[in-house]
């Protein structure tokens, strides 16, 4: 069966300073792979997704990246956090229609 | 534009009866739609989907969904509410050719004992 990751589970960064998390799936190959950030507990905001390795398409413009060096790995990534980067950050992979989430990632930028 | 509307912030619900959190949607074509849930600090978890064939849906934990074609509705029901149903609960839509999720801004279930 398949399984995804995440982590870490929870971050604190102060701001300006540099972010990375990582995702990755288990059990398939070549999925298609999302992140998103749900802020307040509320809707969630999509990111980024991948259709495949290097294949990135940005849905919101921000001081965030994401990058895919791996079939099954996904990294969102910062140069400096901003207080507003602060969030439950989700990565999910699809299949075929309906998307499978991980854990997530709890970031709280000081 | 396509999108998703949940229109009630938060359903409150007596443990025991039935439940409805409402959902509807705007797509062009043919729609594929979905029910989230979503624990505290935790990451969603499908419920249910409708692609196609019987509108009533069956899902995860006893809950199942109606797809309304004339009203555009997709509604999650359970015939008898429990304390752990409480959460958050999202409702999808697939949107274009990308198979990308419209999502809904989310609806608090509260299921009190």
């Known amino acids: 069966s398949q399984t995804i990751h995440q982590w870490p589970a929870t971050l604190v960064q102060p701001v300006g300073s540099p972010l990375s998390l990582e995702c990755t799936v288990e059990?398939?190959?070549?999925?298609?792979l999302y992140w998103y950030r749900q802020a307040a507990g509320r809707g969630l905001q999509l990111l980024f997704y991948?259709?495949?390795?290097?294949?990135i398409s940005s849905e919101v413009p921000q001081n965030l990246s994401a990058s895919r060096p791996q079939d099954r790995q996904f990294i969102l990534s910062s140069k400096k956090l901003l207080l507003s980067d602060s969030g439950f950050y989700l990565c999910?992979?699809?299949?075929?229609?309906?998307?499978?989430f991980g854990p997530g990632t709890r970031l709280t930028v000081t | 534009a396509q999108s998703v509307a949940q229109p009630e912030d938060q359903v409150n619900v007596a443990e025991g009866n039935p439940l409805t959190v409402k959902c509807t949607y705007s797509?062009?074509?043919?729609?594929?739609l979905f029910w989230y849930v979503q624990y505290p600090n935790r990451g969603l978890q499908f419920l249910l989907k409708?692609?196609?064939?019987d509108n009533l849906v069956k899902g995860s934990y006893g809950f199942e969904a109606e797809f309304n074609k004339s009203q555009t509705s997709f509604h999650l029901k359970k015939p008898s509410a429990l304390v752990s149903d409480s959460a958050l609960y999202f409702c999808?839509?697939?949107?274009?050719?990308?198979?990308?999720?419209?999502w809904g801004a989310g609806t608090k279930l509260i299921i009190k004992p």
């Open positions: 999808a839509v697939i949107g274009d050719s990308n198979y990308q999720l419209i």
């Open positions: 797509v062009s074509g043919n729609p594929y």
């Open positions: 409708y692609i196609t064939g």
């Open positions: 059990g398939t190959s070549n999925p298609n």
């Open positions: 991948s259709v495949g390795i290097g294949q």
């Open positions: 999910a992979w699809r299949d075929p229609y309906e998307q499978y």
